[in-house]
Structures are given as structure tokens and as C-alpha cells.
């Protein structure tokens, strides 16, 4: 397993977080479908290279469907359908970039190598730690879903709006006993200690990540000179 995990490439966590907002400039300044798809193979590529392989090929069929609702089904499709989905193919396209990254920090990036990160930027206490909470709060409540979708089935629950009611009151009471305990669960781990913390791991740029953000780089002039 270790030697199936040294085949991949490993990005600084900084790296991905700089490439978020790159690809919120590139993607909200760019109008030429060219540089879009040139971005979105680039993010692509890093993916497969990080080892997300399945990732990296489902975005890549998922920008492809876009591209063909826009240029070929909008042309035949009835008006009203037209304007639905006109919106969905050109504006899901621009946020696509910033989903495909932000898909590769959740699959790639354990949540104490954010934090580390950004204390290695001496960012306040005051962000990191709701932020912690914020990001681990995501995957528990993925599994809370889960759970009550598995007690439904179980109880043969049917209808709409029995459904919506069995789904929804069980989540609202779930979030907020989850939000608790991962806050409480964060304060015991000493997150709010305003000592200096340490780390096993070391985290540097490398050559992988001075190259992620050199092309990164050139995205953004091509975007600010055209």
C-alpha cells in the first residue's frame, strides 16, 4: 500500500489552496472556450496524477455533456427548455474548475494538513477553528444521511412528503448534535491553545507544486492579456 501511495503525486496543501483561487480568476474572467477547456484538462491531469483516476475521467465526460448540451441540444431543443438548460451548461462550466479542485483537496488532503497549512501561514485562530469544525463537519453529516436513508428503506417509509418529513427532522436534529461534538471534540484536541503546535509531517513546496502554480500563472495572464 505504501509503495502503491509513493506512485502518485503529492501536493503541498498550500499549492491546492492557491489553486482555488486561480481557478476562480481564470474561470469568472475567461470567456473563450478554449482556455476553459484547456483548464479543465489541465485540473484533469493533476487529478490522475494524484491518483484520483476515476475522478479525473468522471469530470472529464461531465464537461463533455456540458459542451454538447450547449453546442448541439440547445439548437433543437424547444425555447423554454433551451433557456434551463443554457443556464446549467454555461454556468456549471464556470464553477466546474473550482468543484474539480476543491474534489481533489477532499480526496487527497487529510483536514490536520490544511490546518497546518494554514497556521504555516499564521492565519488567525479565530478562521482555523471554525473552519476545522466546518470541514469536518461534512463527512459526518454524509454518513448521518446515510444512516436515515438505510431507516427508511427498513421501514418501507413511502410518499413525498412523508419522505421529505422523515429526511429532514432527523437531519436538523442530527446537525446540530453533530456541530456540537466536533466542537467539542476540537477543543479537547487542543485547537483553541495558543502555544506554537507541532508536526510529524513536513510540508514544503517541491518542484510539483512550483510547476502547479507556474501554469496556474500563465492561465491567469492569458486570461488579464486578452
Not at 474539480?100 to 487529510?110: D, E, Q, S, V
Not at 504555516?120 to 444521511?145: C, D, G, N, V
Request: charged share 15%; hydrophobic share 55%.
Amino acid at each position: 500500500m505504501g509503495n502503491q501511495m509513493k506512485k502518485y503525486l503529492h501536493i503541498d496543501p498550500r499549492t491546492d489552496i492557491i489553486l482555488i483561487f486561480v481557478a476562480n480568476i481564470v474561470a469568472f474572467n475567461n470567456s473563450s472556450v478554449y482556455v476553459e477547456t484547456a483548464i479543465i484538462v489541465a485540473i484533469s491531469v493533476l487529478l490522475l496524477c494524484c491518483g484520483c483516476k476515476i475522478d479525473s475521467m468522471k469530470w472529464i465526460i461531465f464537461y463533455g455533456i456540458l459542451l454538447i448540451i450547449q453546442y448541439y441540444l440547445l439548437a433543437i431543443m424547444p425555447a423554454f427548455l433551451a433557456v434551463m438548460f443554457s443556464i446549467l451548461a454555461v454556468y456549471a462550466r464556470k464553477l466546474l474548475p473550482c468543484m474539480m479542485i476543491g474534489n481533489l483537496i477532499i480526496k487527497t488532503i487529510p483536514v490536520r494538513l490544511i490546518i497546518l497549512s494554514l497556521r504555516r501561514w499564521h492565519i488567525p485562530q479565530t478562521i482555523i477553528i471554525p473552519l476545522s469544525i466546518t470541514i469536518r463537519y461534512f463527512p459526518a453529516i454524509k454518513e448521518e444521511i446515510t444512516d436515515i436513508r438505510e431507516a427508511m428503506k427498513m421501514r418501507e417509509i413511502k410518499g413525498v412528503v412523508k419522505k421529505i418529513e422523515s429526511m429532514y427532522v432527523p437531519m436538523l436534529i442530527s446537525a446540530a448534535n453533530t456541530a456540537e461534538e466536533l466542537s467539542a471534540a476540537a477543543i479537547t484536541r487542543g485547537i483553541e491553545n495558543p502555544s506554537p503546535k507541532t508536526s510529524a509531517v513536513d510540508i514544503r513546496f517541491r518542484i510539483q507544486d512550483f510547476i502547479c502554480l507556474a501554469v496556474g500563472a500563465i492561465f491567469i495572464t492569458i486570461v488579464i492579456l486578452k
